[in-house]
């Protein structure tokens, strides 16, 4: 929730950036969270040092892109690559990935924002403590047309590594040895104000190559929302005095994949269909189709429903073409507006296409949303838009500070390597087959 009017948001957000900076001041002595020492490193991602982020995690994984700063979409990650242990050289993943657009329509119908477009979310990065990127780094960002133009630079980008507990376990027939292994992620995030919320934009990289794509709404419930008054709210405070509006959050990423160094993705759609069991059967059937996406297609995710992007030039060392399924998380689609009605967009690459909604920057006329740019031309360089929709009532625990609250998706190898890239050295012979060939 938030101020309604822009001058107010500005003002703090503004605020929130010279309080931060003497926080950060304070504790200048600490110094920013210093980066682990790191062994021999890949070949370079195409940027400076300033702007790569490089990271070989304890399971032998190392990932490495570079970033930039976007004065509307905020943090944008390009080049991004994966190399596990045992393979040649990288393998790149995606030639971009960032937001897309935030949209936060009310309930009651009186405002609706589009955060990234709109709202200044670009402008409301937020300086980071030491303490919120323990292990990591903290890197200096220039925010563009800052609303302290006499302060531009923001301590603002953290990236670190972190545990995210069991990677596997399996225990033998024999019951004599147990495989396991933790897992180890590198996070990459940077925090943005607007208004009264504080949006934290998550970019999880495991060490098996999935990567989780998520945004955290936090801040505080902004007072001018409450007292709805016409029943589309839920009471906050003592009694039912106070109502704090209801209102959705509808969050989309945009990804363009360039599997092994391509654009010239493929993009598959498969789908299940469970039967009754046959005769003489103990269980239902299941009878999975594979459906080619050759043109632009706004999808919907159901039960036994799911999509991968594949690269046309790159294979695994069993000979099967490296893809990355989109595994959707949680959501509640939003059906007021034509953009949010459905959970997933391929559109064919055009430099202009930015923004989910409201998008700037295309010729005069050209539609500005999304669900527009679907009109069946054919996918040579598929950009994948995803929105996962979060609708938020308010409660007595969102005051105060309001709880984080999760939305997003992830990406997962599927072929990328011949066997989990995790797979311990005395069970590297089991591609295949459960016992050793004689």
Not at 372 to 384: A, D, M, S
Not at 422 to 433: I, K, M, V
Request: charged share 25%.
């Amino acid at each position: 929730m938030r101020d309604n009017t822009m001058s107010r948001a500005r003002a703090r957000a503004a605020v929130g950036l010279t309080v931060a900076a003497l926080a950060a001041g304070a504790t200048a002595g600490a110094g920013p969270a210093a980066a682990r020492p790191q062994s021999a490193p890949a070949a370079a991602a195409d940027c400076s040092a300033a702007y790569r982020i490089e990271q070989k995690l304890s399971s032998g994984t190392t990932w490495r892109m570079c970033w930039r700063y976007d004065s509307k979409a905020g943090l944008v990650l390009e080049n991004v690559s994966y190399r596990p242990k045992g393979e040649p050289k990288p393998i790149k993943v995606l030639n971009s990935a960032r937001l897309a657009q935030i949209d936060v329509p009310y309930d009651d119908g009186s405002v609706e924002y589009d955060d990234l477009t709109g709202f200044g979310f670009g402008q409301g990065l937020v300086n980071l403590a030491p303490g919120e990127c323990p292990g990591g780094t903290i890197r200096t960002v220039r925010v563009p047309d800052s609303w302290d133009p006499d302060h531009p630079d923001v301590k603002g980008l953290c990236a670190t590594t972190r545990s995210r507990g069991h990677a596997y376990r399996m225990q033998g027939d024999a019951a004599n040895k147990v495989f396991q292994a933790q897992g180890k992620d590198l996070l990459v995030y940077t925090v943005n104000q607007v208004g009264w919320y504080e949006y934290m934009t998550e970019w999880r990289f495991q060490d098996d190559g999935t990567v989780h794509m998520n945004v955290g709404a936090t801040g505080s419930l902004s007072y001018e929302d409450y007292d709805a008054g016409d029943g589309r709210g839920w009471p906050v405070g003592k009694g039912a005095k106070a109502y704090a509006t209801s209102h959705s959050h509808n969050v989309f990423w945009r990804l363009d994949f360039g599997l092994d160094g391509s654009s010239k993705t493929k993009v598959e759609q498969y789908d299940s269909a469970v039967t009754a069991p046959a005769r003489g059967r103990q269980a239902p059937t299941a009878k999975t189709t594979r459906t080619k996406v050759t043109k632009e297609l706004a999808g919907d995710s159901k039960a036994y429903r799911w999509w991968r992007v594949v690269s046309a030039t790159g294979k695994n060392k069993d000979g099967h073409a490296r893809s990355y399924e989109i595994v959707p998380g949680p959501t509640t689609r939003y059906p007021g507006r034509s953009f949010t009605k459905h959970d997933v967009y391929f559109t064919q690459y055009n430099k202009c296409e930015r923004f989910a909604s409201n998008n700037p920057g295309c010729a005069r006329g050209y539609p500005k949303s999304v669900d527009k740019w679907v009109n069946g031309q054919r996918l040579t360089h598929p950009v994948v838009w995803m929105n996962v929709g979060f609708h938020h009532i308010a409660r007595d625990e969102d005051q105060q500070p309001m709880p984080i609250h999760w939305q997003g998706f992830a990406i997962a190898p599927r072929d990328v390597t011949a066997m989990n890239p995790l797979t311990p050295d005395e069970l590297s012979w089991q591609n295949g087959h459960w016992r050793p060939r004689s």
